[in-house]
């Protein structure tokens, strides 16, 4: 995954100089601006689960790990010089996603154990994600008549909340409640780059549509909680199933958010 | 500062490979036990030996109650063979932490390393292997020696779950036996059991079973689905199961009690620990703390001397009947194997109502079976009760007051000594249990009452369902049996009812011969403080041992009587219940009863 995260960074920072660049030509302004959007929220190369990361290990024969996707609302105020500008952005994200994980009753990697394949069983799972960024940046408009260009970038702050639950079905009566683990908290570093198109309605209000991007990590703790006692029950038969501190995200977070709103100043 | 270059190469999305954790090349050495901690083992010693030298030398104290789990990590490198000798003592072990000399019981394996994993060796230390000495190299499996080459293909990853008992993967012990069933033997030669009829269908199809051995002192032990130390299931046979060779020989050894089968979960794999048992606050219960011997107490010898009516309107308990299999399932049963059993029929002849010696007083002719061991008698009763033709056309007058005239039935019973301990008269039938004699010999009841006041004899009666057009004689045959074992100190068993009835009465009956009187072995010493000795048995009712305390004055415990061990008031009635009821269970289905095997329970001499 470094790969791609490597190229669309530096991708995105060659955009940002060459607008800079342009950016120099334009007439001077000055004064407060800010803005607000709703934004979807999207992880093109996951989350990192437990799932995603070692499916095997779980006992599982094959998961599948969709990308978790969701959305949210973020705002930003700041002021300008000329095409320049200081802000403080703040938004609120979630996003979930819904893994599983098929066990066929044998391990699937050498050395692995058979107790957590046993038994058969499909596993489905809801992560949730919810949280706050805030972050502050620098910010240039490129001005090309009524659509103006934008681009913000800066270096923040997030907090997660990430919960999950599993429900488990197995080919005979034997069945689970849905475990619901306790939520677990991260704080991260962020990084926010941001692009978008500022279409003029007005001097100083424009719709703006743009991607942004947030990248954070989720260390290497973000995990549920175990249950040491979880069981499989059903017509008066008792089988265990392995529920480990499953992994509900690790490491490097890339979101993509795409969004619309309305951006306000000079 | 690693967690910020982390995060850092994090960020920057490159370098996040680099951060991942290396991995270790060890071998966990996984000790269990379910041996009693600290009566039967107090350490465990661990030695780890590679070709070049020692690679551990550690000994932990093992902290009960059972099971008793301890995991050893030992590194090592790729491909590198590891020896492990796993030891469990009972007192201090050699000063030399690298000696396994003098274990209680020593399990040994040799495997291989795997390049950057931690491998789980599962070292279970079993009671069957409790003082069997093998050859270095070697190593005890079900109680044999054998190699002790481990495949390291078949060691898997390490997680704690595999040997501590507090996760969801642990086996839970009174759930999976919440209910235990005695299971049946099909084939002693190879030790097929088959799982009773009791065990739902769904559990036999989908391989629900689990195995709790009885060991010869009563410990229990749950089997592993293992072929070497553990059971197998019978291929294409849902409801059959197999122990490993060398249970199957402890067990013909009688070094397994019994087996039993609880149907709840699937199979107890060997990755799979024992749920810890949490202490119970109080005292330690007796089982922990007391040694008890193996040394089986026998039931002591026992006479029964059966009248069975052969009249026409006992014709339904002759030929195939459901009778005839319940007396010989029950004869099957091993707490009657000291017991010698007779039987002569009814009716008998006015010429028998004489005050000297009559054809009562001895067990011969065609007409009788003499007394004799159960396994002769059942051959004996099957040639009289298996053939209808042994019964009468007509209802003739029975003659009982003949037949229990101390000079009949009571004499026979008489001349076996004072070395048979319970002497009984059972008297079936369904009509006619009064007096006949002219001149009289004295009330059927007053007879019985008086064998048991002066001879020690009690007498029983099992009434069955009779013909309608039986002939009773005016008498009211219920209230004549009834006043009979009343009188005679015996049991009154109603089988008027159904087949049912009839073998629940059967199962009490042979309860009542069978239980709460115990011949000693001269090896248990008897003297000394008698307060702290439990006399033991396992109650299949309640999944759990119980521990009879001593009682001197008899009235609710174990008291000695004379040479022999008695049970006395609830005590002893707790158990004919136990026994009377899983006898009925199990002749209701057709199924040999389970054994009692009693054990003497004294505190430890260390």
């Not at chain 1, 470094?2 to 060659?14: C, D, E, Q, V």
């Not at chain 2, 048992?277 to 007796?286: D, L, N, T």
Request: charged content about 20%; aromatic content about 8%.
């Amino acid at each position: 995954m470094g790969g791609p995260m490597r190229a669309l960074t530096m991708a995105f920072l060659a955009s940002l100089l060459a607008f800079v660049g342009r950016a120099r030509a334009e007439p001077a302004r000055q004064g407060a601006y800010g803005g607000l959007a709703l934004a979807g929220s999207l992880e093109p190369f996951g989350a990192n689960n437990e799932l995603q990361r070692g499916c095997t290990d779980l006992g599982a024969a094959v998961c599948s790990t969709p990308v978790p996707f969701g959305g949210g609302m973020f705002g930003y105020a700041g002021g300008m010089v000329g095409t320049v500008g200081l802000e403080i952005m703040a938004g609120g994200f979630m996003d979930y996603t819904r893994p599983s994980a098929t066990f066929d009753g044998v391990p699937h990697k050498p050395h692995g154990n058979p107790l957590v394949s046993t038994p058969r069983r499909e596993e489905t799972f809801i992560i949730l994600r919810g949280g706050a960024v805030l972050a502050p940046r620098a910010r240039v408009w490129v001005d090309a008549g009524r659509v103006a260009w934008s681009f913000a970038g800066g270096v923040g702050l997030s907090y997660r909340y990430m919960a999950l639950e599993r429900e488990v079905t197995t080919d005979g009566a034997l069945e689970d409640r849905p475990y619901f683990s306790h939520g677990t908290p991260y704080i991260s570093p962020g990084l926010s780059l941001d692009a978008s198109a500022q279409i003029r309605s007005t001097p100083t209000l424009a719709l703006s549509i743009g991607l942004g991007l947030w990248a954070e990590t989720a260390w290497g703790s973000t995990r549920a909680v175990a249950d040491p006692t979880r069981t499989l029950q059903g017509s008066g038969k008792v089988e265990p199933v392995a529920t480990p501190p499953y992994l509900m995200a690790y490491g490097l977070q890339l979101l993509l958010l795409p969004y619309l709103g309305l951006a306000f100043g000079p | 500062m690693l967690r910020y270059a982390c995060l850092l190469a994090a960020m920057l999305g490159a370098l996040l490979p680099a951060c991942r954790s290396e991995q270790r090349t060890e071998i966990v050495v996984g000790v269990s036990t379910q041996m009693r901690v600290p009566r039967e083992l107090t350490l465990v010693r661990v030695v780890a030996t590679s070709n070049r030298g020692p690679l551990a030398c550690e000994t932990r104290r093992l902290v009960g109650p059972a099971p008793a789990q301890v995991a050893i990590s030992i590194a090592g490198g790729a491909d590198q063979v590891i020896n492990v000798a796993v030891a469990g003592y009972l007192e201090a072990p050699p000063a030399d932490p690298c000696s396994v000399e003098g274990a209680v019981v020593l399990r040994r394996a040799r495997t291989r390393f795997v390049g950057d994993l931690r491998l789980y060796l599962p070292m279970p230390l079993r009671r069957s292997c409790a003082s069997v000495a093998c050859d270095a190299g070697q190593t005890c499996l079900g109680g044999e020696c054998a190699g002790s080459d481990v495949g390291e293909g078949g060691l898997v990853e390490y997680e704690p779950s595999l040997v501590y008992g507090d996760t969801s993967f642990c086996f839970p012990r009174s759930a999976c036996f919440e209910d235990v069933i005695p299971a049946v033997l099909v084939d002693p030669e190879d030790c097929t059991f088959q799982l009773p009829d009791e065990v739902p269908d769904d559990a036999k199809n989908s391989g629900r079973l689990n195995l709790e051995v009885l060991h010869e002192d009563l410990s229990r032990e749950v089997l592993d689905l293992d072929p070497v130390e553990g059971f197998v299931r019978v291929r294409d046979r849902s409801d059959r199961f197999r122990i490993a060779p060398s249970l199957c020989k402890r067990y013909r050894a009688h070094q397994i009690a019994s087996l039993y089968v609880g149907a709840n979960c699937p199979p107890k794999e060997s990755l799979r620990p024992l749920c810890k048992v949490e202490p119970v606050a109080g005292p330690a219960p007796r089982e922990d703390t007391l040694c008890t011997s193996p040394l089986e107490l026998p039931p002591a010898r026992a006479a029964v001397y059966a009248l069975v009516d052969s009249s026409r309107s006992m014709r339904h308990a002759f030929g195939s009947s459901p009778f005839k299999t319940a007396v010989d399932l029950v004869l099957r049963a091993q707490f009657l194997r000291n017991t010698v059993l007779g039987m002569r029929l009814l009716p008998g002849t006015a010429s028998a109502c004489v005050s000297e010696a009559n054809p009562f007083a001895t067990l011969d002719g065609p007409s009788a079976v003499p007394l004799g061991p159960p396994d002769a008698a059942r051959a004996a009763f099957d040639a009289i009760l298996g053939y209808a033709s042994r019964v009468r056309p007509n209802d003739p007058p029975l003659f009982l007051d003949a037949a229990l005239h101390d000079r009949g039935a009571y004499q026979a019973l008489s001349a076996l000594g004072a070395d048979v301990a319970r002497k009984s008269v059972v008297i079936v039938g369904n009509r006619e249990l009064f007096s006949r004699c002219s001149p009289s010999l004295g009330a059927t009841s007053g007879q019985a009452y008086f064998a048991s006041q002066k001879l020690g004899i009690s007498t029983s009666v099992l009434l069955l369902a009779a013909e309608p057009d039986a002939d009773y004689g005016n008498h009211d045959p219920y209230i004549d049996g009834l006043a009979i074992a009343r009188s005679g100190g015996g049991r009154f068993g109603d089988g008027t009812g159904d087949d049912k009835a009839m073998r629940l009465a059967l199962a009490a009956f042979a309860a009542d011969v069978g239980s709460c009187l115990y011949d000693v072995p001269q090896t248990i010493d008897t003297r000394g403080d008698l307060s702290r000795v439990s006399v033991s048995y396992f109650d299949v009712l309640r999944s759990q041992r119980a521990d009879v305390p001593y009682d001197s004055t008899c009235k609710n415990g174990w008291a000695l009587d004379g040479a022999r061990v008695r049970f006395c008031g609830n005590a002893c009635n707790d158990m004919r219940f136990a026994m009377s009821t899983t006898t009925h269970y199990a002749i209701e289905r057709g199924f040999v009863p389970v054994d009692f095997p009693v054990r003497w329970a004294a505190p430890c001499a260390r």
